[in-house]
């Protein structure tokens, strides 16, 4: 399978039977996202329907020929605690669709099922690892935007308008989502800097009054409130959030 007939990129991170990290990236530009690269699973997911294959072409740009060239499925003999990386692309589809509903006709790529201990130390799990990582960043801001939907019921101005976003039930369990959905940002290993996330966007709620995003955080707290356009108070809803315990996939 040569680049060229790449046309969807699959990636799952897992730790036992939770979901760290879920993404599916489509050069048509649908992008869908669930997690963060680490635990407890959140059960917020997002898609939606960008019209632009930045972000496929940005990972496509990562990906050397010999990656696609030599499929690999390995799996550790002794497993005590499970930790799965499956990094998927395919093509070709016989269906003429290049969406979620493509029948793709081949496929290749990376799926190594580990124990944490793992001594394995192949290059695959180097570009497994970076890439899952490097396809978290660049939808960083979009996914935030996604959560902020969820959490607080105020939709993102740079948010696609087709864009689909399911939550888990109750309330509680959605702030719980993001809850630690902010703790996995703020404690990335690659200091992810969860502030500039809003940077340049308005937000608005049901009635369309527009309110911009305002942001403290520390080494221990992080709160967030928005601030209605044209106030200089922070006024409407807030969240003050404290770090919670938290098992790191990445």
Request: proline share 4%; net charge negative; with cysteine.
């Amino acid at each position: 399978m040569n680049k060229q007939e790449v046309e969807q990129i699959l990636i799952i991170v897992k730790s036992g039977q939770q979901q760290a990290f879920h993404m599916k990236i489509y050069k048509n530009g649908i992008l869908c996202r669930r997690g963060c690269g680490a635990l407890p699973e959140i059960g917020v997911s997002a898609m939606s329907f960008t019209e632009n294959s930045e972000v496929f072409n940005k990972l496509m740009n990562m990906v050397p020929q010999a990656v696609l060239d030599n499929p690999i499925n390995y799996e550790d003999e002794k497993i005590n605690t499970p930790l799965e990386y499956t990094i998927a692309f395919f093509g070709v589809s016989k269906n003429g669709d290049t969406g979620e509903n493509a029948e793709w006709t081949k496929s290749t790529g990376i799926r190594l099922l580990l124990d944490t201990d793992t001594a394995f130390r192949h290059t695959a799990l180097s570009f497994a690892d970076t890439f899952s990582l490097e396809a978290a960043q660049l939808t960083n801001p979009w996914y935030f935007d996604a959560m902020i939907h969820a959490a607080y019921k105020l939709k993102s101005t740079a948010l696609p308008a087709q864009t689909i976003i399911t939550t888990p039930q109750t309330d509680k369990d959605i702030q719980k989502d993001y809850e630690n959905y902010v703790n996995q940002i703020r404690s990335s290993t690659r200091k992810w800097d969860i502030t500039a996330f809003s940077n340049d966007k308005m937000y608005l709620n049901s009635n369309n009054n527009q309110f911009a995003a305002f942001m403290v955080q520390n080494e221990d707290t992080f709160s967030l409130r928005f601030i209605p356009m044209g106030s200089q108070t922070p006024a409407g809803s807030s969240a003050d959030e404290t770090q919670h315990k938290w098992w790191k996939v990445w």
